[in-house]
Structures are given as structure tokens and as C-alpha cells.
């Protein structure tokens, strides 16, 4: 199966992809995008390009693994795609994806602004990693 990973922000979203087989998540773009309207219009762009057969949305689970209002939210832009792009929408724990892939981009020695680019899609590799691990266990 192949996959879209989405690490959903206010401003940019970051986008992955990714398959079963060979379970390497690679960054597809950041998406910079100022109503959800433009958002949803390029991520429909994107599912029709890379024809996955469901996306994988970072769920932001708090720290203590409760849920609050950016959950909700991410729950329900999940469910929008899924009813619009007629495609399974999986939630997967966000927790630390943005600092894993920070961690790589400090290492990476690229300066603040070509980090800027793709710390988002970054992110979208790291949630597609997580959830290639937690179906393999």
C-alpha cells in the first residue's frame, strides 16, 4: 500500500510519502497555505499524483497522552479529506516528530532558511516512520 503523510500546521503543512514495501518515507513539500480551502485544493492535487491508497495524518497527542483542541482539529481535517478525496484517513501519534526532524536538520548544515523549507515535510517522513513501526510490531 502506499501512503500521504500529512503534518498539519496553521500556515505550512508538510507532506510525505511512502509504501509498504519499502517503508522509506520521502518528503514531497511543504504546502504554505493561508485558508484550509487552498490546503485541501493542493492536497487533492497531490492524492491524484501519487495515488495513495489512504493518508496518514499526525494526530498532536499532549505529552501525558491526552487530547486537546489541535487534536480535535486534526481529527476533523482527517475527515474532510477522507470524505473528499473518497480515501481512508489513519491518525498516527505526532509526539516528537517535529523534534526528530529538527534533529536531523541541525545536523544537516543547511542554513535557517533551507531548513525552513523542509522541516515541515520532515515532520511528514517522521509520522509515516512512526506508523511503518507501529504496524510492524
Given at each position: 500500500?502506499?501512503?500521504?503523510?500529512?503534518?498539519?500546521?496553521?500556515?505550512?503543512?508538510?507532506?510525505?510519502?511512502?509504501?509498504?514495501?519499502?517503508?522509506?518515507?520521502?518528503?514531497?513539500e511543504v504546502i504554505d497555505a493561508t485558508t484550509r480551502e487552498v490546503l485541501l485544493s493542493r492536497l487533492?492535487?497531490?492524492?491524484?499524483?501519487?495515488?495513495?491508497?489512504?493518508?496518514?495524518?499526525?494526530?498532536?497527542?499532549?505529552?501525558?497522552?491526552?487530547?486537546?483542541?489541535r487534536a480535535k482539529m486534526a481529527r476533523e481535517f482527517a475527515d474532510v479529506c477522507a470524505t473528499r478525496?473518497?480515501?481512508?484517513?489513519?491518525?498516527?501519534?505526532?509526539?516528537?516528530?517535529?523534534?526528530?526532524?529538527?534533529?536531523?536538520?541541525?545536523?544537516?548544515?543547511?542554513?535557517?532558511?533551507?531548513?525552513?523549507?523542509?522541516?515541515?515535510?520532515?515532520?511528514?517522513?517522521?509520522?509515516?516512520?512512526?506508523?511503518?513501526?507501529?504496524?510492524?510490531?
Amino acid at each position: 500500500m502506499r501512503y500521504l503523510a500529512i503534518d498539519l500546521g496553521d500556515r505550512r503543512t508538510g507532506v510525505a510519502c511512502g509504501d509498504d514495501i519499502l517503508r522509506l518515507p520521502a518528503p514531497i513539500e511543504v504546502i504554505d497555505a493561508t485558508t484550509r480551502e487552498v490546503l485541501l485544493s493542493r492536497l487533492e492535487k497531490l492524492v491524484r499524483e501519487y495515488g495513495p491508497d489512504a493518508l496518514v495524518v499526525g494526530l498532536p497527542v499532549n505529552m501525558d497522552g491526552t487530547e486537546g483542541p489541535r487534536a480535535k482539529m486534526a481529527r476533523e481535517f482527517a475527515d474532510v479529506c477522507a470524505t473528499r478525496f473518497a480515501i481512508t484517513a489513519i491518525m498516527q501519534d505526532e509526539r516528537l516528530t517535529s523534534f526528530a526532524a529538527e534533529s536531523s536538520l541541525n545536523r544537516s548544515g543547511k542554513t535557517h532558511g533551507q531548513k525552513k523549507k523542509i522541516r515541515d515535510a520532515l515532520a511528514a517522513c517522521e509520522v509515516l516512520k512512526d506508523f511503518f513501526g507501529r504496524r510492524s510490531e
